[in-house]
């Protein structure tokens, strides 16, 4: 596994996606591999 240098920054993505069964199994291959990662919560809003 890469180690990242020290001060160095990170790749980050956003994945935006309704199908919560994608969006938990990927955030669990995340976990697997190690990478940091953050679930946030769906808006409310139905903004046009």
Known sequence: MT???Q????LRIAVIDTDSGFLQVFGKR???VGWEHRVRPRS???CA
């Not at 001060?7 to 990170?10: I, K, P």
């Open 44 to 46: 409310s809003c139905r």
């Open 3 to 5: 180690e990242l240098v």
């Open 30 to 32: 995340l976990e697997r």
């Open 7 to 10: 001060g160095a920054t990170g």
